[in-house]
Structure formats: C-alpha cells, structure tokens
C-alpha cells in the first residue's frame, strides 16, 4: 500500500476502522435475522402444521357436537324445527285450511307493527377497526332525550403532524364542547357536525376530552351513531336515547307487617265452600292479610271476612281473566297467587317466600302444592316463520344462597310474585277455560322464575261433597274444566298468532 | 492538495463527491423543517391562539347558557332542583316529621332493591384505546341465554412477528371456534379462555373469524365483557345475554271490525244516569264495540246491552283501581278509555285514533274533550336523593305524517293505547279520588304518547238533574270527588316514595 504522507495516512485508517464497524454490523444483524428463521422453522417442523394456505372449519358433523343444551342445538339457524312426534304440536295445523292463507298474512303484519314498535330487528352490531388512533366509549352511553352529556374517553393519539383534522358527526343530537377555543379551532357547535382543527394535539385532547352530545329529539329508545373522523381512520361509537323507567317502590311499613307486604290472591267459580275452606285456613295463620278474589260464579256467596275484597265478575267470563283482574287490584310489592282449593298449613311460610324475593332478583318464586313443584324450562329457538318453543321438566340452575331453590321457567299455580311484574306480563283473558304454561310463556323475556320446594301449600281432597247443593256446583264446575277438543284447538292457534310461534315440542 | 499517486487522486474525488452529496442532502432537510415551522408560525399569527400551554373551559357562566330546554339546564349535576314557588312541591314536606327518618331509610332500601333488580346503576362505560391492533364489535351483540352466537369483527392486523400469542377471555359464557386447527393452535375450546398460538397470521385472523360464544348461565339481562389480547393491547366488547320479550299479538280478524280492534273502557261510581247516556252515544256510532264498566257504586244498577261487560267491585274501592280492573279485561288490541260523563258525537272518529297507532311507534294517542287537549310535557332531572320532575304544558314536536298531532307525555282522560302498554304501566289502585297527572309520571320511560286535536267527544253538561234521586247521587258523587288536603298530602308522599321523586314543579 502507498502511504501517500501524513493526511493520507490518518484517513486511510480512519476508513479502515470504519469499514470494519460497519462489517462486523452487517454481520450482526445478519446473524440475527437468520437465528429468527431458524426459530420459527423449528416451530414449524415441531407442530407439523400445514402449510399457511389450508384453511378449514371443523366439520358440519363436528359443529353439531357442540353447543347442545338439553338435546337442542342452540347455534344460529335460518329455520327451527320441532320434532314430529305425540305431545308435539305444529301451530298452524290448527286453523282451518280455508283460513290460513289470510291468518298468515294478518300475522305477518301484526308482526311487522310490533316489530317495528319494539325497534326490531336490531341493526347490525358495529365493528371497530384495528389500528384507529382514537380512544371513544364502545358501550355504555346513554343520555336522556333532550339532556346533554359529556361523552367519556375521547382521544386522539396518531401520528404527530402541523395541523390536526378531527370532525365528528351525529344524527339524533349535537355536539359542542365546553373548551373554550379560539374562534377557529373549533366549528360547528351546538351544530350535527363538530370540526376541530389545531396545529396542537394537546388542544386536541382537551378538546375531545370535553365533548358534550345534545339529544335533541324527544324519542326513548333510539339509538345514535357517533362517528370521528381523522383523514381516513374513522371510529363510531353509539349513544342511548333513554328515559329510564320510573321506578314504582311500594312502602313495607315501619313494622314491616305482612299485610303491608303481601296480598293474597285467588279466582273461584262454582266452587263457594272450597273457597271458604281456603279462607278459614289461610285466616288460622295470617288473620289480616288482603284476600283478593275475582268471582265469576252465577250466583256469587257472600264473603263474611272484612280483609278480603271481593269482585263480581259476568257469569263463566273466565279463568283468566279472574286472574289478571284479581292481580290488578293488589297495591301491596307482592302478591301470592293460591287457588280456591287450596288448604293452608303450617308448612306455608309465606315469610320464607318473601324472604328470596327481597333477596335476589326474582320476579317470581313458587312453591310446592303437596309436594308437587311442577318445574319446567322453555328454551326458544328463532325461526324466520315464527320460534321454536321447547318446553323441558326441571330446572337451570341453582339459585344461590337457598339451598332448596332452583332458577327455571315455569313452576306451579302457588307463587309469590312482585306485583309489578305479573302486571306487566298479565294474564290473557282469552284463556278462558284450562290454562297455566301459556302465562310462563308469556312471560318469556319478562319473567325470572325461581321454585323453592320447602315453602308447601296443600290441595283439598276431591271427595265429592255430601250437600247436594254444592255437588251440584262441583258437577257445573267439571263441565266448565273439561279441556274440550275446540279448547284446546283455540289455544294452539293462540300460539300461532300471539306469541309468532311455529311448533313445540315437549319432554 | 497532495496528489498521492492514482489511487489517492480516485479516493479524493469520490471522498469529495460524497461530502457535497452529503451537504445537498443535509441542507434539503433543513429546508424543509424551517418550512414547516414557518407554516406553523403563520397559522399560529392569523389564529391569535394563546400559547400552547393555556388549556382552559367555558366559563360557568357560559355553560350555562348552553344546553337548555324549557327554561331548564339539562346537564349532568349531581343534585337537581325545583324552584320554590306556589303550585311547587318538595315532596318529602308531606311526611310528619316524626315519621320522615324511618321513612327514608325504608325509601332507601326500596331503592336499592329496585335498581338491583333492574341492573342499576349501569356500569362505566367500556372505552376503547387507540391503536389497537384489533378489530371486534363494539356494540350490538346479542345471544339469547344458553346459546351460542358466531362472534362478528374480529381480526388482527398488527406487527409482523413469528409467532403470535392472542387470549380471548370471557365470564358468563364459554369460548370456541368453528376453525379446524392442529391441537396446539388453539387451547381452551369450550372453556371461558381460549388462547391462539399461530406463526401465521392468515390462521390467527381465519381462527378468529370464527370464534363462538356460547352463553353458559341462565341469566337475562346480564353484559359479558369479553376481553381479545395480543401483548399489551387489550380491546373489549360487551355481549348482552337476553332473552328477547316473546311479542303478544292481536288478530284483527278477516273484516277489520271495530269491535275486533277496539274495546271501551270506562269506571263509574254513583252516576249511572250519566252513564246510560254515554252509553246511548256510543251505541248510535258504534253498535256493537265491547264497552267494559268497573263499578264500585254502592248499589250498582244493572246494565241492559249485551256488548256491555259489567263488573262491581267493592264500593269505593276507587277511581284508578276502577281504570285498572276495566283494562286488565280487555282482549283486543286497542283500548278506548273514556270517562262515564263523556258524549260521543259524529266527531268522535275512534278509526282516526286507531290509524294514528297503527302506523307510528304511539303507545297512546289523546284527543280532545270539547275542545280541550290538555297537553303536557314531563322532564326529569336526576338527582341523588331521587329525581325533580318538571311538567310544562305543551309539546315536544310534531308527529311525522300526521298534521293535527304532536308528540307529548300526557294527555286528556279520552285516549286510545295499546292495551299491553296500558297494561304495563297500570293504574295504581291506591290513587282512590282525584289522580290523573300520577298515571303519566308512572308511565315516564314507558309510554310513547302522541295527542290529537281532531278526534273529540263531549262533556255531559254539568246542569243539577230534576230526578231527585239522581241529584242525590251527584251531591254524594261530589262529596267523594273533592280534592281533600289529606288526600293531596297523600298523593304527595307517595310521588315520595314510590317514584323516588324529590320535586315537582309546573308551569
């Protein structure tokens, strides 16, 4: 090498050294990249997966093993089936052939009405984007119609430029913010569309950080999309339209006296001196509680007991009809539901039923009529033509912290219930005759039911009576509580049209 | 220079060539940065914007001037209050003193109760950060208890990398995916965690496009959080568990009839002449609508129509105990509620108020009584120790498509309503004389009310009746009719406790 003086020399090793650095580097990183390769080449060889393009499901045949409750598939479907077989029923068979054509179109826009009351079908759910530099609330906001919010956790956290651009938009409100801005950071306040320009995402922040929604539309129930806009990375968020129920608590009393709790109530026809013998029963343990009974006998008896109110119905107008205007009369937080034949003993501790009630979030909890509990499950599946019911003896769960009770959908004619939920379920009038699961299936989405088997009522004997008089009343009522064949015709048909029911199947 | 040889001439060009390559580059940079800064500096002259540090709100004052409805601030406070003025209440003064303690600590606990059941209050709202490297949904996803739901949105679009680690993580529910991957791929299948190991990013985004939820407790109403991580980034949604509410429809038969839609009610106490002559005028227009009288007189007079359904309840047992048991009867889709003083005239178009509900969203839709329409709106403000309740008579804004109605929260005691919405709100039996404002608080968040101007009936003339038998029934009527200071006191301490309300205030 030529060694062309002192200058030359200095920078001659100077390259040299650099040269080495920037090769010893380049190997470095080239060792890395390769050690990185060899890593996942390992995995790779390990786990033995395909290679990257073979994307399968499991099998239709493995699918249907999973998500089974009680030997129903309970996986998003187009259509529900019932099985065919006795004790099954397919709605629509019920009506006669001539009619159906025109019962399905009245059906169909009944439906369409209640649908579009309830806001139904929901819209789809909205997706969020990966990589949005925004922060926003995804669930959760809700604003009374015509109140104002602050809308929580708006942020903006992007790439950091000269002058920012955040617009955000809303439909069934408007926005403002509380900063308080320079005239032209800020546009559009009190206005549907809110535009923010600032060279500082610190302004930006606070800004965002103090955005108020507006409802401006008195309509409960809908459902604003807010969108915000940064060149192209859009987020949207939703803000409830809600005025909340308001609530309707009833006073215990300072004593917290059963009478100031709980109401009795109960439906006769026919049946007088059974429903004496309830009466003298249920007065041997609680001598002051309201007795409430709806009477739709030809000849109503007098009832000679000041705390109960009785209410005179037209002849034969019907079992449930009885019921629900009993219910309507009760201004006690609970009522109790018996029937006219029940006895009472020293079993039925209306206290203990009153006692979950107060404790968990039930709406209803029934007891045991002599030992019978009567405890069944209505799973429902949604069909295009109307749902699925399958009704299922026993229970869900457990109900926690009472041992002796269990969570299901449906239990016997001895409950205890708020009065504010039967009321708002209710009980069909056009159920004259035999009638029971068709509340409970009403009350489906409504009612959360629970069925404790300690709190026992206990049924009258069915011996017929010695005096004439009342056997003859006993011989009315049978004929009234046949389920006849048209009966039973009329409640299938029922289904069809009220509930949008297709078919049910029980076991 | 030294020019040492060829090889150092060769090195010295390229070593200069470099240097002013170099220094081009360098100063083309700093070009660009004192632009951009002089940009910002432009921006910042015209805006006149303070220096970055200054973050500052609207003042109070201004904020206060913003958000207003009817003379009322509807933003978030954490005590709201009602003006002291006549016609005003602070409903807490109409509790004894003595009493008002014990009082407040039953309301409390009646509260709590409340709100448990009803899920109150609602958790904070889930918010999203920004620049997360996921995409799911944020709102709208809904599985029906102890099914199962294909989850819709989720992907991954984050930093290549070898191998990716993604955990899902839910508590009510169990998670899968219909994906159809080697052993170790994919861990926890059915489990409330399920964690994805994958080299491919392909296979994580197939895996999760697929993911299953399936609702495991029995439970409507309840909000999974379901939470998706890679790393540190943590995105979550809700999945709302609910069993939707199973629809009550009404057949209104092949013909549309009348008395198919629509059924009357009315309550009568004392004043069977007027009565009679309503009926009279209903039967000229309608024939053979079903009318249903709640009748708690106390010798009730029998009722010669046979579309007339009569019920006698326990003399006086009371006005909205009266209007509760009337509509607990009702079997058509509709309800007219009229009072038994009322006349029906050629004006008093029930088809026209049955249109108006059969093609909005209405609840209930008011007409006109002689003229009058009485409409009143009802805003709430939220407060600690229960809600102020502000009524101001009017309207909220027109009702879309239907020229002589609005959109209100009260009306006139002449109204058609679904008779499920009627239902569900109910009219509570303990309001026994005067009460009409109470039944539209009690049915805040849960009735849509519109009102008409068109569709009016009349008031009996108030003349003294010659029959002197009928005068003395109208002297006992307005005996009970009046507006006593107990019972205002009542009424007052039961807006108290039941709605939880703090106020009222009127104009």
């Not at 001659?12 to 580097?25: A, D, E, N, P, T």
């Not at 009619?99 to 209640?114: G, N, P, Q």
């Not at 906001?141 to 938009?169: A, C, N, Q, R, W």
């Not at 109110?309 to 009993?326: S, T």
Request: net charge neutral.
């Amino acid at each position: 090498m030529d060694y062309c003086g002192w200058r030359s020399l200095r920078q001659w090793v100077q390259f040299k050294w650099l040269l080495v650095f920037s090769l010893l580097l380049v190997s470095a990183l080239l060792l890395q990249i390769f050690k990185t390769l060899k890593e996942s080449q390992e995995y790779l060889r390990k786990s033995d997966s395909p290679p990257p393009f073979a994307l399968k499901l499991l099998s239709q045949e493995e699918i249907r093993k999973l998500f089974n409750y009680n030997g129903l598939w309970l996986f998003p479907q187009k259509q529900c089936e019932c099985e065919k077989q006795p004790g099954n029923y397919i709605f629509q068979e019920f009506y006669n052939e001539s009619e159906l054509e025109a019962v399905k179109i009245r059906r169909k826009a009944e439906f369409e009405h209640f649908q579009r009351r309830e806001g139904l079908p929901h819209p789809p759910p909205v997706l969020a984007q990966p990589n949005i530099p925004f922060g926003y609330p995804i669930h959760g906001v809700e604003v009374m119609p015509l109140h104002t919010i602050l809308i929580p956790g708006l942020k903006f956290d992007g790439t950091k430029i000269s002058l920012y651009k955040v617009t955000l938009k809303a439909s069934l409100g408007t926005l403002n913010t509380l900063a308080d801005t320079p005239d032209n950071e800020v546009l559009g306040r009190g206005q549907k569309q809110l535009s923010i320009l600032t060279p500082s995402q610190n302004h930006l922040n606070f800004i965002l950080k103090h955005v108020t929604y507006t409802s401006t539309i008195y309509h409960s129930g809908a459902v604003d999309i807010v969108s915000i806009e940064f060149g192209s990375s859009v987020a949207k968020f939703p803000v409830h339209v809600n005025q909340p129920t308001i609530p309707k608590l009833f006073d215990p009393g300072p004593e917290r006296k059963l009478r100031d709790l709980v109401t009795i109530a109960t439906k006769t026809f026919l049946r007088p001196h059974k429903l004496q013998i309830l009466l003298k029963s249920i007065r041997e343990y609680y001598p002051d509680v309201t007795v409430i009974v709806a009477d739709d006998s030809e000849k109503p008896e007098k009832i000679d007991d000041i705390y109960v109110e009785h209410y005179i119905m037209p002849f034969g107008k019907g079992w449930f009809a009885g019921r629900n205007l009993a219910v309507s009369q009760v201004s006690t937080k609970y009522v109790l539901w018996v029937d006219d034949d029940f006895l009472f003993t020293e079993t039925t501790k209306i206290e203990a039923l009153v006692d979950i009630l107060e404790k968990t979030e039930l709406d209803v909890v029934g007891g045991s009529v002599s030992g019978n509990v009567f405890q069944f499950k209505l799973l429902m599946e949604q069909g295009e033509d109307g749902d699925c019911i399958h009704k299922r003896s026993g229970h869900f769960q457990a109900l926690d912290g009472f041992p002796n009770c269990v969570v299901t959908s449906g239990v016997v004619n001895f409950f205890l219930a708020h009065t504010e939920s039967l009321q708002k379920v209710g009980f069909d009038p056009r159920l004259q005759r035999v009638a029971h699961t068709e509340f409970f299936i009403d009350g489906l989405g409504s009612l959360r039911v629970g069925s404790c088997s300690n709190v026992i009522v206990k049924h009258q004997a069915h011996n017929k009576p010695s005096d004439p008089d009342q056997a003859a009343l006993e011989k009315a009522y049978s004929v009234f509580r046949t389920n006849t064949q048209n009966q039973f015709k009329f409640k299938m048909a029922l289904h069809y049209f009220k509930n949008h029911l297709q078919c049910y199947t029980q076991r």
